[in-house]
Protein backbone atom coordinates (compact mmCIF):
# COMPACT_ATOMS: atom_id res chain seq x y z
CA UNK A 1 0.00 0.00 0.00
CA UNK A 2 1.17 3.80 -0.73
CA UNK A 3 -0.12 5.73 0.78
CA UNK A 4 -1.42 9.34 -0.62
CA UNK A 5 -2.77 12.68 -0.10
CA UNK A 6 -6.86 12.74 -2.09
CA UNK A 7 -5.26 15.91 -3.49
CA UNK A 8 -3.85 15.09 -6.76
CA UNK A 9 -1.30 18.35 -6.26
CA UNK A 10 0.27 16.07 -3.25
CA UNK A 11 2.70 13.02 -4.51
CA UNK A 12 2.66 10.60 -2.17
CA UNK A 13 5.18 10.84 0.95
CA UNK A 14 5.54 7.25 2.45
CA UNK A 15 5.02 3.74 1.70
CA UNK A 16 3.80 1.18 4.26
CA UNK A 17 5.77 -1.96 3.40
CA UNK A 18 4.61 -4.46 6.39
CA UNK A 19 6.45 -7.36 5.70
CA UNK A 20 9.66 -4.97 5.32
CA UNK A 21 8.88 -3.31 8.49
CA UNK A 22 8.43 -7.00 10.69
CA UNK A 23 11.97 -8.05 8.99
CA UNK A 24 13.62 -4.80 9.92
CA UNK A 25 12.19 -3.41 12.79
CA UNK A 26 14.81 -3.90 15.41
CA UNK A 27 16.45 -1.30 18.76
CA UNK A 28 17.93 2.08 17.80
CA UNK A 29 17.77 5.48 18.87
CA UNK A 30 15.49 8.22 17.94
CA UNK A 31 18.45 10.59 17.12
CA UNK A 32 17.14 13.72 18.92
CA UNK A 33 21.14 14.49 18.88
CA UNK A 34 24.05 12.57 17.34
CA UNK A 35 25.91 11.75 19.75
CA UNK A 36 22.96 10.16 21.55
CA UNK A 37 22.59 11.27 25.53
CA UNK A 38 23.59 7.38 26.25
CA UNK A 39 27.27 8.76 25.45
CA UNK A 40 27.18 11.53 27.12
CA UNK A 41 30.07 12.07 29.84
CA UNK A 42 30.34 12.79 33.56
CA UNK A 43 33.84 14.22 33.12
CA UNK A 44 32.02 17.03 30.94
CA UNK A 45 31.03 19.93 33.32
CA UNK A 46 30.06 23.50 34.38
CA UNK A 47 33.58 24.59 33.47
CA UNK A 48 33.25 22.83 29.73
CA UNK A 49 29.59 24.87 29.11
CA UNK A 50 31.56 28.17 29.95
CA UNK A 51 34.15 27.40 26.98
CA UNK A 52 31.04 26.40 24.72
CA UNK A 53 29.42 29.32 25.29
CA UNK A 54 32.89 31.58 25.08
CA UNK A 55 33.47 29.92 21.46
CA UNK A 56 29.92 30.87 20.47
CA UNK A 57 31.29 34.62 21.17
CA UNK A 58 34.56 34.13 19.47
CA UNK A 59 33.07 32.78 15.99
CA UNK A 60 31.45 36.14 15.06
CA UNK A 61 28.23 36.49 13.66
CA UNK A 62 25.76 34.86 16.22
CA UNK A 63 22.51 33.34 14.72
CA UNK A 64 19.39 33.47 16.87
CA UNK A 65 18.81 31.07 19.50
CA UNK A 66 16.87 27.92 20.42
CA UNK A 67 15.14 27.95 24.06
CA UNK A 68 13.50 25.28 26.14
CA UNK A 69 12.21 25.30 29.45
CA UNK A 70 11.10 22.01 31.54
CA UNK A 71 8.57 22.30 34.07
CA UNK A 72 8.72 18.79 35.48
CA UNK A 73 5.56 18.44 37.56
CA UNK A 74 1.65 16.55 36.95
CA UNK A 75 -0.83 16.65 39.03
CA UNK A 76 -1.56 12.82 37.83
CA UNK A 77 0.29 9.58 36.72
CA UNK A 78 -0.01 8.44 33.17
CA UNK A 79 0.82 4.62 32.96
CA UNK A 80 2.85 4.88 29.61
CA UNK A 81 5.03 8.01 30.68
CA UNK A 82 8.31 7.96 29.76
CA UNK A 83 9.08 11.20 30.52
CA UNK A 84 11.16 12.89 33.52
CA UNK A 85 8.44 14.10 35.61
CA UNK A 86 7.29 14.31 39.21
CA UNK A 87 3.86 13.77 40.29
CA UNK A 88 2.12 16.15 43.16
CA UNK A 89 -1.01 17.56 44.13
CA UNK A 90 1.59 20.26 45.75
CA UNK A 91 1.41 23.44 43.83
CA UNK A 92 3.59 24.80 46.45
CA UNK A 93 6.46 22.81 44.94
CA UNK A 94 5.98 24.79 41.59
CA UNK A 95 6.77 27.70 43.47
CA UNK A 96 9.88 26.58 45.15
CA UNK A 97 11.10 25.13 41.76
CA UNK A 98 10.22 28.26 39.99
CA UNK A 99 12.83 30.37 42.06
CA UNK A 100 15.42 27.90 41.23
CA UNK A 101 14.38 28.19 37.54
CA UNK A 102 14.65 31.68 37.44
CA UNK A 103 17.97 31.89 38.64
CA UNK A 104 18.82 29.82 36.30
CA UNK A 105 17.24 31.67 33.25
CA UNK A 106 18.99 34.78 34.91
CA UNK A 107 22.89 32.81 34.89
CA UNK A 108 22.46 31.69 30.95
CA UNK A 109 20.78 35.24 30.17
CA UNK A 110 24.26 36.92 31.92
CA UNK A 111 26.48 34.28 29.98
CA UNK A 112 24.36 35.02 26.37
CA UNK A 113 24.75 38.55 27.03
CA UNK A 114 24.77 40.66 23.80
CA UNK A 115 23.88 37.15 21.81
CA UNK A 116 20.56 36.35 23.05
CA UNK A 117 18.12 37.09 20.62
CA UNK A 118 15.50 33.87 20.60
CA UNK A 119 13.43 32.94 17.63
CA UNK A 120 12.13 29.59 18.89
CA UNK A 121 10.71 29.05 22.55
CA UNK A 122 9.25 25.78 24.17
CA UNK A 123 8.13 24.24 27.06
CA UNK A 124 7.84 20.91 28.13
CA UNK A 125 7.70 18.90 31.00
CA UNK A 126 5.89 17.37 32.88
CA UNK A 127 2.98 19.50 32.26
CA UNK A 128 3.76 23.20 31.52
CA UNK A 129 0.35 24.08 32.58
CA UNK A 130 0.86 22.74 36.24
CA UNK A 131 2.11 25.95 36.92
CA UNK A 132 -0.84 28.74 37.42
CA UNK A 133 -1.95 31.65 35.22
CA UNK A 134 0.20 34.03 36.86
CA UNK A 135 3.57 31.64 37.17
CA UNK A 136 3.50 31.64 33.70
CA UNK A 137 3.07 35.37 33.29
CA UNK A 138 6.12 35.54 35.94
CA UNK A 139 7.88 33.21 34.08
CA UNK A 140 7.47 34.61 31.09
CA UNK A 141 8.08 38.66 32.01
CA UNK A 142 11.67 37.06 33.13
CA UNK A 143 12.62 35.28 30.50
CA UNK A 144 11.85 38.42 28.23
CA UNK A 145 14.04 40.32 30.47
CA UNK A 146 17.20 37.80 30.12
CA UNK A 147 16.40 37.37 26.48
CA UNK A 148 15.49 39.48 23.25
CA UNK A 149 12.72 37.62 21.83
CA UNK A 150 11.49 37.89 18.16
CA UNK A 151 8.47 39.62 17.09
CA UNK A 152 5.20 37.32 17.05
CA UNK A 153 5.20 36.76 13.48
CA UNK A 154 9.30 35.85 13.28
CA UNK A 155 9.05 33.55 15.90
CA UNK A 156 7.94 29.87 16.85
CA UNK A 157 6.83 30.02 20.54
CA UNK A 158 5.32 26.79 21.82
CA UNK A 159 4.00 25.28 24.54
CA UNK A 160 2.69 21.59 25.66
CA UNK A 161 -0.76 21.40 27.73
CA UNK A 162 -2.67 18.99 29.11
CA UNK A 163 -6.36 19.94 28.14
CA UNK A 164 -7.21 18.26 31.97
CA UNK A 165 -5.82 20.97 33.07
CA UNK A 166 -6.55 24.47 31.26
CA UNK A 167 -9.97 26.31 30.25
CA UNK A 168 -10.99 28.29 27.18
CA UNK A 169 -9.53 31.22 29.16
CA UNK A 170 -6.04 29.99 30.09
CA UNK A 171 -5.54 28.95 26.33
CA UNK A 172 -6.41 32.50 25.74
CA UNK A 173 -4.24 33.98 28.55
CA UNK A 174 -1.49 31.91 27.02
CA UNK A 175 -1.56 33.24 23.62
CA UNK A 176 -1.50 36.84 25.03
CA UNK A 177 1.52 35.71 27.52
CA UNK A 178 3.50 35.25 24.00
CA UNK A 179 2.64 31.43 23.02
CA UNK A 180 1.47 31.26 19.54
CA UNK A 181 2.24 27.36 19.56
CA UNK A 182 -0.07 24.48 21.00
CA UNK A 183 0.93 20.81 21.32
CA UNK A 184 -1.95 18.45 23.38
CA UNK A 185 -1.90 14.83 24.44
CA UNK A 186 -4.68 13.02 23.49
CA UNK A 187 -3.62 9.48 22.95
CA UNK A 188 -6.77 7.67 22.21
CA UNK A 189 -9.91 8.82 22.69
CA UNK A 190 -11.36 5.07 23.69
CA UNK A 191 -12.19 5.27 27.76
CA UNK A 192 -11.21 1.46 27.80
CA UNK A 193 -7.46 2.24 27.00
CA UNK A 194 -8.00 5.65 28.76
CA UNK A 195 -8.56 3.95 31.57
CA UNK A 196 -5.60 1.23 31.49
CA UNK A 197 -3.58 4.08 30.91
CA UNK A 198 -4.92 5.84 33.92
CA UNK A 199 -5.38 9.00 31.91
CA UNK A 200 -9.15 9.85 31.92
CA UNK A 201 -9.97 12.36 29.09
CA UNK A 202 -13.19 12.91 27.70
CA UNK A 203 -13.23 13.80 24.03
CA UNK A 204 -15.15 17.19 24.70
CA UNK A 205 -12.21 18.54 26.82
CA UNK A 206 -10.19 17.96 23.96
CA UNK A 207 -11.76 19.43 21.38
CA UNK A 208 -12.97 22.55 23.68
CA UNK A 209 -8.99 23.31 23.75
CA UNK A 210 -8.67 22.95 20.17
CA UNK A 211 -11.62 25.40 19.68
CA UNK A 212 -10.18 27.73 22.42
CA UNK A 213 -6.62 27.76 20.55
CA UNK A 214 -8.07 28.52 17.24
CA UNK A 215 -10.14 31.24 18.83
CA UNK A 216 -7.16 32.51 20.65
CA UNK A 217 -5.29 32.57 17.19
CA UNK A 218 -2.94 30.56 17.97
CA UNK A 219 -0.70 30.02 14.47
CA UNK A 220 -0.47 26.14 15.04
CA UNK A 221 -2.25 23.43 16.56
CA UNK A 222 -0.58 19.98 17.05
CA UNK A 223 -1.70 16.43 18.56
CA UNK A 224 0.09 13.55 20.05
CA UNK A 225 -1.65 10.31 19.59
CA UNK A 226 0.01 6.86 20.93
CA UNK A 227 -0.23 3.24 19.25
CA UNK A 228 0.12 -0.03 20.63
CA UNK A 229 -1.33 1.22 23.92
CA UNK A 230 -3.08 -1.75 26.26
CA UNK A 231 -6.94 -2.48 25.15
CA UNK A 232 -6.36 -0.65 22.22
CA UNK A 233 -7.29 -1.94 18.64
CA UNK A 234 -7.92 -1.14 15.00
CA UNK A 235 -11.54 -0.27 16.24
CA UNK A 236 -10.38 2.42 18.90
CA UNK A 237 -7.88 3.88 16.67
CA UNK A 238 -10.04 4.23 13.79
CA UNK A 239 -12.70 5.93 15.80
CA UNK A 240 -9.82 7.91 17.42
CA UNK A 241 -8.63 9.04 14.00
CA UNK A 242 -11.83 9.87 12.79
CA UNK A 243 -12.32 12.03 15.23
CA UNK A 244 -9.07 13.87 15.65
CA UNK A 245 -9.37 14.59 11.44
CA UNK A 246 -12.30 16.11 11.94
CA UNK A 247 -10.96 18.51 14.69
CA UNK A 248 -8.57 19.25 11.84
CA UNK A 249 -4.95 19.78 13.78
CA UNK A 250 -2.29 21.14 11.85
CA UNK A 251 0.32 18.89 13.40
CA UNK A 252 -0.61 15.18 14.17
CA UNK A 253 2.28 13.06 16.18
CA UNK A 254 1.69 9.04 15.87
CA UNK A 255 3.90 7.70 18.36
CA UNK A 256 4.88 4.18 18.96
CA UNK A 257 4.63 2.85 22.51
CA UNK A 258 7.46 1.71 23.69
CA UNK A 259 6.35 -1.00 26.83
CA UNK A 260 10.16 -0.82 29.08
CA UNK A 261 8.74 -1.62 32.34
CA UNK A 262 12.70 -2.88 33.02
CA UNK A 263 13.49 1.25 32.42
CA UNK A 264 10.25 3.18 33.72
CA UNK A 265 8.59 2.20 36.92
CA UNK A 266 4.86 3.86 35.81
CA UNK A 267 4.80 0.90 32.61
CA UNK A 268 5.03 -2.16 35.23
CA UNK A 269 0.94 -0.75 35.81
CA UNK A 270 0.59 -1.78 32.50
CA UNK A 271 -0.62 -5.65 31.99
CA UNK A 272 1.47 -7.23 29.33
CA UNK A 273 -1.73 -9.33 28.51
CA UNK A 274 -3.64 -6.32 27.79
CA UNK A 275 -1.03 -4.73 25.36
CA UNK A 276 -1.72 -5.52 21.46
CA UNK A 277 0.26 -7.95 19.46
CA UNK A 278 2.94 -6.19 17.58
CA UNK A 279 0.74 -7.34 14.22
CA UNK A 280 -1.93 -5.57 15.56
CA UNK A 281 0.36 -2.60 16.24
CA UNK A 282 0.99 -2.58 12.82
CA UNK A 283 -2.53 -2.83 11.30
CA UNK A 284 -2.71 0.37 13.85
CA UNK A 285 0.14 1.53 12.26
CA UNK A 286 -1.17 0.93 8.51
CA UNK A 287 -4.44 2.71 9.47
CA UNK A 288 -2.88 5.71 10.62
CA UNK A 289 -0.33 6.62 7.65
CA UNK A 290 -3.59 5.34 5.57
CA UNK A 291 -6.03 8.02 6.84
CA UNK A 292 -3.92 11.03 7.10
CA UNK A 293 -2.73 11.22 3.95
CA UNK A 294 -5.84 10.61 2.63
CA UNK A 295 -7.13 13.41 4.99
CA UNK A 296 -4.27 15.25 2.98
CA UNK A 297 -1.90 15.39 6.18
CA UNK A 298 1.63 15.00 4.83
CA UNK A 299 4.49 13.01 6.34
CA UNK A 300 7.14 14.70 7.98
CA UNK A 301 9.04 11.69 9.11
CA UNK A 302 9.51 9.17 12.45
CA UNK A 303 6.36 9.95 13.72
CA UNK A 304 5.16 13.29 12.59
CA UNK A 305 2.47 14.83 9.84
CA UNK A 306 1.40 17.88 8.90
CA UNK A 307 -0.82 20.03 6.73
CA UNK A 308 0.99 20.81 3.69
CA UNK A 309 0.41 24.50 4.45
CA UNK A 310 1.98 23.90 7.63
CA UNK A 311 5.60 25.77 8.43
CA UNK A 312 6.80 22.30 9.58
CA UNK A 313 5.82 20.70 5.72
CA UNK A 314 7.22 24.07 3.96
CA UNK A 315 10.40 23.88 6.26
CA UNK A 316 11.09 20.33 4.68
CA UNK A 317 9.63 20.35 1.04
CA UNK A 318 12.74 24.49 0.99
CA UNK A 319 15.16 22.09 2.79
CA UNK A 320 15.51 24.09 6.38
CA UNK A 321 13.93 21.28 7.76
CA UNK A 322 16.16 20.07 11.53
CA UNK A 323 15.53 17.91 14.45
CA UNK A 324 16.58 18.21 18.38
CA UNK A 325 15.07 17.46 21.51
CA UNK A 326 11.86 18.34 21.29
CA UNK A 327 11.39 16.61 17.73
CA UNK A 328 10.96 18.34 14.15
CA UNK A 329 11.75 22.02 14.30
CA UNK A 330 12.23 24.87 11.48
CA UNK A 331 14.84 26.46 12.31
CA UNK A 332 17.98 24.93 11.56
CA UNK A 333 21.29 24.53 13.48
CA UNK A 334 19.80 26.90 15.85
CA UNK A 335 22.52 26.84 19.79
CA UNK A 336 19.87 25.30 22.29
CA UNK A 337 19.63 26.56 26.00
CA UNK A 338 17.88 24.75 28.11
CA UNK A 339 16.62 25.20 31.45
CA UNK A 340 15.24 23.26 34.17
CA UNK A 341 15.89 19.48 35.57
CA UNK A 342 17.05 16.83 33.04
CA UNK A 343 16.89 19.96 30.26
CA UNK A 344 19.24 19.12 27.02
CA UNK A 345 21.29 22.33 26.15
CA UNK A 346 23.09 21.72 22.34
CA UNK A 347 25.78 25.37 22.09
CA UNK A 348 28.69 25.19 20.12
CA UNK A 349 29.53 21.75 19.15
CA UNK A 350 28.86 20.12 23.04
CA UNK A 351 25.52 18.81 24.36
CA UNK A 352 25.14 19.09 28.19
CA UNK A 353 22.53 17.81 30.25
CA UNK A 354 21.09 19.07 33.62
CA UNK A 355 20.85 17.10 36.64
CA UNK A 356 17.59 15.06 37.31
CA UNK A 357 16.76 15.40 40.39
CA UNK A 358 14.99 18.56 42.24
CA UNK A 359 17.37 18.19 45.08
CA UNK A 360 20.86 18.17 42.99
CA UNK A 361 19.40 20.91 40.81
CA UNK A 362 18.76 23.39 43.76
CA UNK A 363 21.90 22.39 45.52
CA UNK A 364 24.37 22.65 42.07
CA UNK A 365 22.21 26.69 41.66
CA UNK A 366 22.58 27.37 45.39
CA UNK A 367 26.39 27.28 44.70
CA UNK A 368 26.00 29.62 41.83
CA UNK A 369 26.34 26.99 39.11
CA UNK A 370 24.63 26.51 36.23
CA UNK A 371 23.09 22.41 37.11
CA UNK A 372 25.13 20.76 34.39
CA UNK A 373 25.60 16.80 34.98
CA UNK A 374 26.99 15.56 32.20
CA UNK A 375 27.55 15.68 28.30
CA UNK A 376 30.04 15.92 25.20
CA UNK A 377 31.83 18.13 22.87
CA UNK A 378 31.78 16.78 19.43
CA UNK A 379 35.02 16.00 17.35
CA UNK A 380 35.33 16.50 13.63
CA UNK A 381 34.03 12.25 12.90
CA UNK A 382 30.69 13.36 15.30
CA UNK A 383 29.89 16.79 13.98
CA UNK A 384 30.27 14.69 10.17
CA UNK A 385 27.64 12.49 11.04
CA UNK A 386 25.43 14.16 13.05
CA UNK A 387 25.31 16.19 9.56
CA UNK A 388 24.14 13.24 7.82
CA UNK A 389 22.03 12.16 10.17
CA UNK A 390 20.40 15.21 10.32
CA UNK A 391 19.79 15.23 6.83
CA UNK A 392 18.70 12.05 6.41
CA UNK A 393 16.04 12.58 9.35
CA UNK A 394 15.02 15.73 7.50
CA UNK A 395 15.16 15.50 4.17
CA UNK A 396 15.36 11.58 3.21
CA UNK A 397 18.29 12.63 0.78
CA UNK A 398 22.06 13.20 0.89
CA UNK A 399 24.60 15.41 -1.31
CA UNK A 400 27.39 13.58 -1.11
CA UNK A 401 29.73 16.51 -2.74
CA UNK A 402 27.86 18.62 -0.46
CA UNK A 403 29.31 16.75 2.51
CA UNK A 404 32.72 16.52 1.41
CA UNK A 405 32.78 20.34 0.17
CA UNK A 406 31.97 20.85 4.30
CA UNK A 407 34.08 18.37 5.65
CA UNK A 408 38.04 17.18 4.27
CA UNK A 409 36.77 13.72 3.21
CA UNK A 410 36.06 11.25 0.14
CA UNK A 411 32.49 9.74 1.17
CA UNK A 412 33.23 6.65 -0.55
CA UNK A 413 36.68 6.16 1.22
CA UNK A 414 35.63 7.75 4.81
CA UNK A 415 32.23 5.48 4.85
CA UNK A 416 33.52 2.35 2.88
CA UNK A 417 31.93 -0.23 5.61
CA UNK A 418 29.05 2.32 6.21
CA UNK A 419 28.61 2.04 2.29
CA UNK A 420 28.54 -1.77 2.26
CA UNK A 421 25.80 -2.33 4.59
CA UNK A 422 23.42 0.65 3.10
CA UNK A 423 23.99 -1.37 -0.25
CA UNK A 424 22.42 -4.48 1.80
CA UNK A 425 19.69 -1.81 2.61
CA UNK A 426 19.27 -0.61 -1.14
CA UNK A 427 18.85 -4.72 -1.76
CA UNK A 428 15.74 -4.03 0.32
CA UNK A 429 14.42 -1.33 -0.75
CA UNK A 430 14.84 1.44 1.62
CA UNK A 431 17.15 3.66 -0.69
CA UNK A 432 18.96 4.18 -3.37
CA UNK A 433 22.80 4.75 -3.56
CA UNK A 434 24.09 6.55 -6.74
CA UNK A 435 27.70 8.70 -7.39
CA UNK A 436 26.43 11.77 -5.49
CA UNK A 437 23.48 11.28 -3.71
CA UNK A 438 22.17 9.04 -1.58
CA UNK A 439 18.16 9.07 -1.97
CA UNK A 440 15.96 7.16 0.99
CA UNK A 441 12.61 5.49 -0.54
CA UNK A 442 9.11 6.07 0.03
CA UNK A 443 9.10 2.35 1.85
CA UNK A 444 12.79 3.28 3.53
CA UNK A 445 10.73 6.41 5.19
CA UNK A 446 9.27 4.70 8.23
CA UNK A 447 12.66 2.97 8.37
CA UNK A 448 14.87 6.00 8.67
CA UNK A 449 16.03 5.15 11.55
CA UNK A 450 17.52 1.50 10.65
CA UNK A 451 19.25 3.69 7.63
CA UNK A 452 20.80 6.78 9.78
CA UNK A 453 21.93 3.38 12.43
CA UNK A 454 24.77 2.66 9.78
CA UNK A 455 26.57 6.17 9.98
CA UNK A 456 26.25 5.39 14.62
CA UNK A 457 29.67 4.62 15.56
CA UNK A 458 29.05 4.16 18.86
CA UNK A 459 26.25 2.03 17.98
CA UNK A 460 28.47 0.15 15.77
CA UNK A 461 31.33 -0.25 18.50
CA UNK A 462 28.80 -1.61 20.80
CA UNK A 463 27.70 -3.80 18.99
CA UNK A 464 31.32 -5.18 18.05
CA UNK A 465 31.72 -5.57 21.67
CA UNK A 466 28.67 -7.49 22.02
CA UNK A 467 26.69 -5.07 24.07
CA UNK A 468 23.41 -4.82 23.73
CA UNK A 469 21.39 -1.59 25.17
CA UNK A 470 18.10 -2.45 26.36
CA UNK A 471 17.08 1.37 26.58
CA UNK A 472 16.10 1.68 22.95
CA UNK A 473 12.76 1.63 21.35
CA UNK A 474 12.41 -0.45 18.64
CA UNK A 475 12.78 1.44 15.29
CA UNK A 476 8.83 0.81 14.40
Known sequence: MAASATSSTLPPTVEFDGQLIRKLSQQGPRYTSYPTADRFSDAFDYGDYLQAVAGVRTRGAVAPLSLYVHIPFCAKLCYYCACNKIITKHPEKAAVYLGYLKREIEMQGQLFAGMNHIEQLHFGGGTPTFLSDEQMGDLMAHLRHWFQFAPDEAGEYSIEIDPRTVTPERI???????????????????????????????????????????????????????????????????????????????????????????????????????????????????????????????YIGMDHFAKPTDDLALAQRQGRLHRNFQGYSTHAEADLIACGVSAISSIGGTYSQNVKTLDAYYDRLDRNELPIARGIRLNMDDMLRRCIIQR????????????????????????????????????????????????VTLKGRLLIRNICMVFDRYLTAAKEAAVHPLRYSKTI
Request: proline content about 4%.
Open 392 to 439: LMCNFELSISAVEQAYPISFSSYFAKELEQLRALEQEGLLKIEADWLT
Open 172 to 298: ASLRMQGFNRLSLGVQDFDPEVQKAVNRIQPESMTLDAINAAREANFRSVSVDLIYGLPKQNVISMAQTLTKIIAADPDRIAIYNYAHMPHLFKAQRRIADEDLPSADAKLDMLYLCIKRLTEAGYV
